[in-house]
């Protein structure tokens, strides 16, 4: 799509540069698309419902911008102005149903450069009425997803209620014209790229470490006749078709971990996290040194909070964690590394990852990153006080070998696990059996939380 006479013509910042660097790990554009839903208990009227979308559209400057290709570069623009004049609606019989369709939807490509950023439908299901919406990550992060439904929630409200309409949200335009005016920009960068190579760099080269142990990296050894081998090549294009594997987390075992975080001020996230890192290092001939992307939202101000748009990064979070430590103490451990790392995680993910090249002398193909991992913190007042279930969907393929996405349902009180996993490297079963692992350990640790990792880890074996 070419803008329009007399628009103003960006580059891309940052968190953008990232969406078309994994452009080039995939054959497929679909990886870089966010697909989400919110499905109500309570039944909405959608003719209300659309023209919210179109008040939506003009609050929410990330839903105009658009994107195309000049001289080989990919830059933007933003819409004065956009409407849609229509919205699919969809009845589904059952959940399945619904899964069935959103995920078709998921998994087929938006036409980016000629307009289509993003995608919405409505649906009924069960007494459930809801929104999906499929968001280019040029234009959206998962943040963005969730903060435009409650931001469409809140005027929906103003309409129906008759009352005045939401505090005005932040502008994404504003933002990347102050990210690329700033003369200090790219020596910030390098800055915070050098804390975060020393931080990774701060001990002997990492080893990749699989969600099904040694595999992955014994095949690349064996294809290269080399044993030595510590990266093995897992972004190959060619390979990117993805499983979508789920898991929900019984409530009595969702609410031992519930407990435990509340009762010691916890973040969930890093009980959840430790339980993963001690699953990878027990499959993976107790190595104990693992890196994972972690994505960080950047969203630290109040205004960042309540604005659309790409801002996320992934941070490379390499963990040492001995086993003779205690699950409460690696927990401590993973806390102060977070605060660390979300302090510098301004660097992008195009400097680290280029980092991560010349400092483990591999190749684009290759990587010691296991998985990336994210986590929701949803609340029950997120939308008015209804009560919602948030849902994610398959794109069919994705760029990197393993994407965890967990969450806690605010109703339910349920942990919800999220695996995109390619198929030429995890099973479905290999995925589930991981999942299995890292209850088990979570469970054991929040139970005896002065066990060491490693009687946890001889206890679940």
């Known amino acids: 799509m070419k803008p329009p006479k007399g628009v103003q013509i960006y580059n891309l910042i940052d968190s953008q540069e990232m969406v078309c660097f994994m452009w080039k790990y995939t054959l497929h554009m679909q990886t870089t698309q966010i697909p989400f839903s919110v499905a109500f208990d309570d039944e909405l009227d959608f003719k209300i419902l659309a023209r919210a979308v179109n008040i939506e559209i003009a609050r929410n400057d990330c839903m105009r911008l658009r994107v195309f290709r000049e001289l080989g570069k990919v830059k933007q623009f933003f819409l004065p102005e956009y409407k849609l ?35 919405i439908i409505f649906f009924r299901e069960g007494g459930k009425s809801g929104i999906y919406i499929n968001a280019s990550h040029m234009i959206m992060d998962a943040a963005a997803t969730f903060i435009f439904f409650a931001d469409l929630m809140s005027v929906y409200d103003s309409l ?110 890093w009980v959840i996290q430790l339980g993963y890192r001690t699953a990878l290092s027990l499959l993976n001939e107790h190595v104990n040194d693992t890196f994972l992307w972690v994505l960080s939202p950047r969203r630290r101000t109040v205004r960042e909070k309540h604005m659309g748009g790409t801002l996320a990064s992934p941070m490379p979070w390499r963990e040492s964690i001995p086993e003779n430590i205690t699950f409460a103490e690696g927990i401590k451990q993973i806390s102060e590394n977070q605060c660390f790392l979300f302090r510098h995680c301004d660097a992008p993910f195009t400097v680290i990852r280029a980092s991560e090249l010349k400092i483990f002398h591999i190749t684009p193909l290759e990587s010691v990153n296991s998985m990336m991992f994210s986590y929701l913190p949803l609340t029950q007042n997120s939308f008015g ?73 001889r206890e679940v074996m």
């Open 85 to 119: 004049d229509k919205i699919i609606i969809k009845d589904f019989e059952t959940s399945q149903d619904r899964e069935a369709y959103l995920d078709a939807d998921a998994s087929t490509k938006l036409d980016v450069f000629n307009g289509e950023t993003f995608r």
């Open 160 to 269: 129906v209620n008759g009352t005045e309409m939401p505090k005005a949200m932040a502008s994404y335009e504003e933002l990347i014209k102050k990210e690329l005016a700033d003369p200090k920009h790219k020596e910030k960068i390098e800055r915070e790229g050098k804390i975060l190579e020393d931080f990774v760099t701060r001990d002997k080269e990492p080893i990749f470490c699989g969600a099904n142990g040694m595999k992955a990296l014994n095949r690349s050894r064996k294809l290269r006749l080399n044993k030595k081998v510590k990266a093995p090549f897992v972004y190959l294009p060619i390979g990117d078709k993805t499983f979508f594997t789920k898991y929900s987390m019984p409530s009595d075992i969702s609410d031992k971990i519930t407990t435990y975080t509340e009762e010691n001020h916890l973040s969930p996230e």
């Open 385 to 457: 006080g209804r009560k919602f279930e948030f849902g994610g969907y398959s794109m069919g393929h994705y760029c990197m070998p393993l994407y965890t996405v967990t969450l806690k349902d605010p109703y339910t009180g349920e942990y919800k696990f999220s695996y995109i996993h390619r198929q030429n490297m995890y099973t479905k079963e290999e995925m589930l059996a991981f999942n299995d692992l890292t209850v088990k350990i979570m469970l054991a640790g929040i139970e005896s939380p002065d066990k060491t990792l490693g009687e946890i880890m």
